[in-house]
């Protein structure tokens, strides 16, 4: 913050907790380096299309599909199975598998072995029994197949849904707000939340489910709240400087998106039994959440303190 | 103290969110309902502090005992197969056993106890099952076929991902139907699980953003091949000699089927095979209509007899199944040329053990009565999705989701606390975000909704939603503006209704894409922020106002 606040605000002076916390804030002059910061999450923007368009141009799609959206099956076999020799005879009779694990909290033992694979569950089934010598039974297993054309149909679907579901939330903020810039503002930090978390996904390398693009549209409604704070806060409010607006909102976005942050963290690091569509759904959520806090707090705060200095909004 | 009538509307709702979660008898609910409401009406009108702490105490102590004192006893019936004895006497799913032949029921393994220790009597047991509505005597030769579970506590039901069964989406292969044929559809899909033996079960059509119409077809406690095999097939069965078609499987040629009576229906002959593993036979009876008898007559007519062995004639009874050939039955010699209307139709099942080969002929033999009674579709089928889960894991998904609740909510009451140091504050922030989810879940119990992992997924999100924006109305309110509190709060909810109606908008499609398979995700999540801002926001703005005063 710059040196103006103590003698505009005396009510600052009087805590000196306050104080404290804000000395950082004092000693970096954000009207001087507002447009620096801005050029972090551009950076950061430009990157992450890159490595999209490249992701794009190597594999033909801008997400890795799992089975419900690409077509396949996911055999789930429950239990604490001994897999290395289930793995090794698979994977030398079908070309395309893939194995995970699940495991209880309390007693961390494994609770359940996942297989996926492109052929048919009969299939599947079939060879899994064949290796383990035994029929599977409705207790022993869970199945999940989606026929090729279907699933392609509901990728398609979904990011029609998806475009959809932006264009919608555009329409909703500029009616909020009515005025141009502040209104592109969120809509360009929106963009830029979807764009970077896409681009973690692909990095850690995780194949996308239905459930996970529709956490991608809960993303698009849950990262502008933040920003619609930031908004009202600079815009609305007449007390106090620009800055201290905006840090103000900074200092609930903020704590808004951490306490959101570390409630979706035992879903991975406590309780990891979970099933896979809801595992997945809080995973893009909390990417999507770190995303938020660049483009709030760097992105749209840059743009809406650059508006207001040229429209003299102090 | 006085309450606002906000702060009314959300204790109104939330006791009506209440009762709907929690499965009551009428008159009880009517009655907690009550306690509900004298809890602001005590503390409107009850001045002396000891009077009132007395009278709430009071008020909670009732509203916790009454529901287990209250909740019925005995078993629910989850299914009863319609061909069986049971059902005709009027015994339907959903009915509450109570007693059986004079003995109470509390559990499913009381139920199961009196099954088994039932005397047989000249071939057949008596049960006088009561329940809570009415009598129903019978004699039978079969078992039950009846289903039972405990009464659940609550109204809520999960979906097949964490309670356990299959969801198979099928659709005409190469022909698209129109809405006459796809409930023409419904109704046969339906009908065959239901002679199958299976009652819970729901079928409908959907149809997705680009009007693609499937079968959504959803049943709790099947194996994904059983499902296979009776919603995935044509069922076209087909019995010929020399390749001429004697009768086909529906009710033109064939007049009834006999099921669950031992002296014409049954697996018999259980024997090891070459291989060391197990088979058995069944065989049932069919009866033919006259037209199908007399072409059965004009048909074996003009055959010969075996010439090395005259008991038979020459040429088989092929009984086909959507071109695959189920079994040949020698026809015996004094059948030609008679019209003869009743069948039997025999076949084997196998397995690794005497008790696996037992099942598998019986299931078999199962799915072809239903084919058989419930007959053929015009047109062949495609299972496009198909998925189950296993009871036994999403017990364990279950489980670990009531865990994850329970963490993050000790995890939010510790951040809270920890940034605002006041109680009232974290207290009053846990009780409306509590209390908004368990509207939630009254609103879901309420319109019978299903709930999935991804609707669970959406409540969480929602009261995350409901947390984030009770910081802006504390953060709002308390800061050291000039400004009146009121001016505060009103600019607090501009704020919320913005995040609403963004998270409103982008939630909203879907609602269509993807066949709706994920309408669950929306929907909770709607129900959850519409609830925030409609019933529970204003309310704790008002309960905030009272704190900060």
Redesign the interface.
Known sequence: MDNQNTTQ?P?LVSENIKKEKNSFFKNFNYNKNYKILLVIPLFLLILSLVYLGIFYFKTGDFIIRDVSLSGGTTL?L?GNIDSTQLESQLKSKLDDVSFRKLS??SSGKN??FIIESSVP??EL?KIVEDILG??L???????????P??SD??YH??I???L???C??S???F??FRTFVPSIAVIFAAFADLVMTLCLVNLLGIKLS??GI?AF??L???S??TD??LT?RAL??S??TLNQRIF?AF??GS??T???L???L??FF??????D??RQ??FI?SLGLFADLVNTWLTNAGIIKWYCDKKGIK | MKLTWRVWVLVFVLSFALMSVLNLPRSYIALVGLLVIAIPVSLTFIKSKNLLILSLILIAVLIILIPLFTFSKGVIVTSVSPSSVAFSEGLRKGMVISEINGMKIKSPADFFNVINSTVEFEGSKKFDIQTTTERVIFLTNTSLDISVANIPKTNLKTGL??S?GARA?IRPANVSLNSNELSDLVAVTSNRLNVFGISDVNVRPVS???G?SFLLIEVA?????DL?ELVGQQGKFEAKVSNETVFIGGERDITSVCRNDATCAGVENCQKDSSGGYFCNFRFSVYLSESAAKRHAQITQNISLDSSNPKYLSEKLNLILDDKEVDSLFIGAELKGRVTTQIQISGSGK??TQE?AYNDAKNSMNKLQTILITGSLPYKL????????????GK??TK??I??GL??FV??CS??FA?YRRIKITLAVILTVLSEALITLGIASLIKWNL???S??GII?GM??G??DQ??II?ESI?????SLKGKIK?AL??IV??F??????????F????G??RG??LT?LIGVSVGILVTRPAFADILKKIEE
Do not use: C, H
Request: glycine share 6%; proline share 4%; charged share 15%.
């Open positions: 605000d009510e789930t429950n209880d909290i609770i359940a569950p009969e089934e035994f029929q039974k409705q207790e022993d297993y869970s199945v999940e197949f989606s026929g054309s279907l149909n509901f679907q979904l029609i849904a998806l959809i579901s932006f919608l939330m329409v909703v903020i009616f909020l239905t459930a529709a549209l809960m698009i409604g849950y502008v709240d619609i704070l009202t609305k409010k007390e106090g103000g200092k609930t704590f808004m951490i306490t959101a570390v409630a979706v035992p879903a406590i309780v990891t039994g979970l099933p569509s809801f759904i809080f959520l | 991902d964490l356990g989406m997705d953003l680009v693609n406690g099947i194996t994904p091949d296979r397995g690794q696996d495609e299972i496009v999705k198909l998925d189950s889960a296993s009871p036994s894991l364990e998904f670990n989701l865990y994850l963490i993050v995890i939010i951040v809270l940034k999935d992992a991804p669970i997924a999100a995350g939603t947390v984030n910081i802006v953060d800061s050291e503006e000039q400004t600019r501009f704020i913005g995040a109606f963004t998270i409103f908008a982008a939630m909203l499609p879907l269509w894409a993807g066949a398979l994920l995700f929306a999540t």
